[in-house]
């Protein structure tokens, strides 16, 4: 564990303070000494992200110092809102008269932002920065009619987190690399007991394309999310029934904003499993143990699961005034130098394919290594819709109804669909 000492020295090393404990970065003081120049404050890149908590600070300042590794001269602040704010808030950030010249999104969904955004390809050939480096699922994910607009820092594969102790009392033998459906439910039957389920289920989207992805089907096209499409039916279907069919899973609730009850339920052993990106890997070891947490592929139903890369990505606003130096900054923090440093400290899988070495040896488990590879380098490529913010908020709207026994799945996707259309 990092200590307190270390800690603070990757602080000063970074360029951010610290005064009693809140974070002094000052994104509105671009117009530094610089005489103006938008999205730098003196020869400092500012760069607006989501800013929630002490992770969430420690992480960005973990990608800006293995960015100074690979380059010492590169110089990045940050700050933003929590996650919940940060992609209502960010349209306004990229118009206004101080905006940042970094941004970061989530899950690919870039989309919805293109027109503040500057296109990498050029960049990218002119710099001479080999793309093929990179996930090719994360790059498809971050490309809008074929023009690249952030480069890939974070793979982000979703996986079950399983916990190991309830699986031994139950008698169940961990997940295997090729675990089917079946499979999957028949471990959540068996560790369903004592007022904790087998299951955890999440809100919204991501579920419904992982499951998806896991059997080789996109979630969405160039069109918009795949609502007609058999298997997101199936999908949907599949996780109410594992609440009111299976008895597995508490069936999903009105939402109350912020909240992610199926990480609370995983984090607090009220659940054997869940269905999550990797990056929640860390908070629950600490929850849980390290050494008690396990993570497996997303079963499929032949068990050949494939995997639903939603990862996270830097891009450069149009506004920028220094567009080269951004982008020098986005390379090096996204380099094998860099990745592999924030490897040390992040539990995250990185973006390019070269740092899966280091990630490894980072983690500790060949057995956490062998299913990232096979979720990121047999991947599903989706897009990422424009309207998924629409998608996910409708979605978590009226699923409940489905779970409740008050309409139908295919019910559900017809409201979704109308929500859409207006």
Not at 46 to 62: L, N, S
Not at 180 to 186: N, P
């Amino acid at each position: 564990m990092q200590t307190q000492t270390n800690g603070a020295r990757r602080w000063r090393r970074v360029g951010v303070t610290t005064t009693a404990g809140a974070l002094v970065l000052g994104l509105a003081a671009c117009s530094g000494a610089d005489g103006g120049a938008s999205g730098l404050d003196g020869d400092t890149l500012t760069m607006y992200t989501w800013v929630g908590g002490k992770a969430d600070k420690q992480q960005w300042a973990d990608y800006i110092a293995g960015g100074v590794h690979a380059d010492p001269s590169m110089s990045v602040s940050f700050s933003g809102p929590p996650i919940g704010d940060y992609y209502t808030k960010l349209p306004t950030v990229m118009r206004s008269s101080s905006a940042p010249c970094l941004v970061t999104f989530q899950n690919g969904r870039v989309n919805p932002y293109v027109e503040g955004l500057e296109p990498l390809d050029e960049l990218a050939k002119e710099n001479k920065l080999d793309l093929s480096a990179y996930s090719s699922a994360m790059l498809e994910q971050l490309r809008v009619d074929g023009e690249l607009y952030a480069l890939p820092f974070n793979a982000g594969p979703t996986v079950i987190l399983y916990n190991k102790q309830m699986f031994k009392d139950a008698g169940v033998a961990e997940p295997s690399n090729d675990w089917t459906t079946d499979d999957f439910i028949a471990a959540a039957k068996a560790t369903t007991k004592d007022g904790v389920y087998g299951f955890a289920i999440g809100q919204g989207s991501n579920p419904i394309s992982t499951l998806m992805a896991a059997d080789g089907h996109p979630y969405a096209d160039e069109n918009g999310p795949l609502l007609d499409d058999p298997a997101f039916h199936d999908a949907l279907q599949l996780l109410v029934d594992l609440a009111t069919v299976h008895k597995v899973a508490k069936p999903l609730e009105a939402a109350a904003g912020g909240t992610f009850p199926d990480i609370d339920a995983f984090n607090t052993g009220q659940s054997a499993m869940e269905m999550q990106g990797l990056w929640d890997l860390q908070h629950a070891q600490e929850s849980l143990g390290k050494d008690n947490v396990g993570i497996a592929v997303i079963p499929s139903a032949n068990g050949q699961s494939k995997g639903f890369i939603g990862g996270s990505g830097f891009g450069i606003t149009k506004t920028c005034g220094d567009k080269q130096k951004a982008f020098e900054a986005i390379t090096a923090m996204t380099s094998k130098a860099g990745l592999d440093e924030v490897t040390k400290s992040q539990a995250s899988v990185p973006a390019r394919l070269d740092s899966l070495d280091a990630w490894s040896a980072n983690v500790g488990s060949p057995e956490f290594t062998e299913v990232i590879r096979q979720m990121t380098g047999d991947a599903t490529p989706s897009p990422v819709p424009a309207n998924q913010s629409q998608l996910d908020t409708l979605l978590t709207q009226y699923e409940v109804e489905a779970f409740s026994g008050q309409r139908t799945v295919a019910e559900v996707l017809e409201q979704v669909k109308a929500g859409l259309a207006q």
